[in-house]
Structure formats: structure tokens, C-alpha cells
T-cell receptor, first 111, second 114 residues
Framework: QKEVEQDPGPLSVPEGAIVSLNCTYS??????FMWYRQYSRKGPELLMY????GNKEDGRFTAQVDKSSKYISLFIRDSQPSDSATYLCAMRSGGYQKVTFGTGTKLQVIP | DAEITQSPRHKITETGRQVTLACHQTWNHNNMFWYRQDLGHGLRLIHYSYGVQDTNKGEVSDGYSVSRSNTEDLPLTLESAASSQTSVYFC?????????????FGPGTRLTVL
């Protein structure tokens, strides 16, 4: 069983839709949770970063962490064609720089 | 502006050849990482370094080696390339230990082993 599970998609939604991307994990030592966005043929870039359970909002993006269920989510409101990318969840234990990534979910927002 | 670069961007080689992929960062980060990205597997850690002369194996290190002689560079060497090593390789760097350690990724090297 992988430490981090993520549905690879692809996920196709119309412009303006609310998108929900999710990951589950099995390692209870994970304390820091991240979402990276990767455009085609580019390197990943950090989108959101959270530490505690609960919600963190940044513009149209909301990251949600439920440590009791070992479940994290990324919500995108009013999705735009420019949001079309692969979204990777990532997490790490406290005090260590190594990060474990999910396989990524490919999102396509149709104009 | 600080950046992280990789070279070459594309490489085709033959089975059994030694290949070295370069990674150079101007962030002055101590931590550097090499990943490979394959469909269905996501990003998998090959090797990582927390500073000069420090190297560590990741989850898929067999057939790969790294050396860290300065802060800026972490070259990845495939000792004897195999077709299973056809992949996209990403280098990344991050700051020292702390609660916030964004990894900055290079543009990737697409390697094909024939």
C-alpha cells in the first residue's frame, strides 16, 4: 500500500465549476501538507501549504486537512482554463525535508 | 533572480552507457533532491543531499549515484543506463530545516534509453 493515495483522473470540468481534489495517507507521522501544481512539460510549483487540521484559503483555492481521517483536499472555486494542470498532493514528517508525493490528478477545465 | 536549472533538457542514450544529468541552483539552498516522474507512479525520490559532502538514498536509488562537492550542484549519474530508467527527471532544492520548506523544482530532463 502506498503511503499517499491520489486518484489520477483525468478530471474534466466546465469553466466556473467547483473542483475537488483529494488524497488519503496512511503515515500518521505526516504533519505538513502541500499541494503542487504542474503544467505540462514543466516542473511542479508549490500552490498551497498547510500544517494543522482545518481549512486554509488563498484566493480561489482552499486546502483542507483532516488528520483524524488522514484525508486532505484542495478545492478550486470558479475554475478557469488556466487551472488545467496536474495537481500533486505532498506531505512530510516534522523535522525532515523529504517529501512524499501523490501520483497527481490531471485536471482539464473546458471553456 | 535565483533559479534552478537542469541540463540537458532532452537526452537519448543507449543501454549500458553512463549518463550524467546536471542540476544547478542559485538559491544557495542546502537541500537538494532528485526525482523521477513516471505515469502511475508520480514523483519518486532517487537521492537527496542536505549539504556539501552529504548524500542519501531515496526510494528508487538502484542504478543511480550522486555527489555533492559544492552547494550549487547535484549531478545525477546513471552508471549503466537501462530501458527502465527512461523517465522524466526533476531536480529540486529547499531551504534548511524549518516549518516551511518549499521545494523549488527545475524544468526537468526527459531521458530516453534505447
Amino acid at each position: 500500500q502506498k503511503e499517499v493515495e491520489q486518484d489520477p483522473g483525468p478530471l474534466s470540468v466546465p469553466e466556473g465549476a467547483i473542483v475537488s481534489l483529494n488524497c488519503t495517507y496512511s503515515n500518521s507521522a505526516f504533519q505538513y501538507f502541500m499541494w503542487y501544481r504542474q503544467y505540462s512539460r514543466k516542473g511542479p510549483e508549490l500552490l498551497m501549504y498547510t500544517y494543522s487540521s482545518g481549512n486554509k484559503e488563498d484566493g480561489r483555492f482552499t486546502a483542507q486537512v483532516d488528520k483524524s481521517s488522514k484525508y486532505i483536499s484542495l478545492f478550486i472555486r470558479d475554475s478557469q482554463p488556466s487551472d488545467s494542470a496536474t495537481y500533486l498532493c505532498a506531505m512530510r514528517s516534522g523535522g525532515y525535508q523529504k517529501v512524499t508525493f501523490g501520483t497527481g490528478t490531471k485536471l482539464q477545465v473546458i471553456p | 533572480d535565483a533559479e534552478i536549472t537542469q541540463s540537458p533538457r532532452h537526452k537519448i542514450t543507449e543501454t549500458g552507457r553512463q549518463v550524467t544529468l546536471a542540476c544547478h541552483q542559485t538559491w544557495n539552498h542546502n537541500n537538494m533532491f532528485w526525482y523521477r516522474q513516471d505515469l502511475g507512479h508520480g514523483l519518486r525520490l532517487i537521492h537527496y543531499s542536505y549539504g556539501v559532502q552529504d548524500t542519501n538514498k531515496g526510494e528508487v536509488s538502484d542504478g543511480y549515484s550522486v555527489s555533492r562537492s559544492n552547494t550549487e550542484d547535484l549531478p545525477l549519474t546513471l552508471e549503466s543506463a537501462a530501458s527502465s530508467q527512461t523517465s522524466v527527471y526533476f531536480c529540486a532544492s529547499s531551504e534548511e530545516r524549518g516549518s516551511y520548506n518549499e521545494q523549488f523544482f527545475g524544468p526537468g530532463t526527459r531521458l530516453t534509453v534505447l
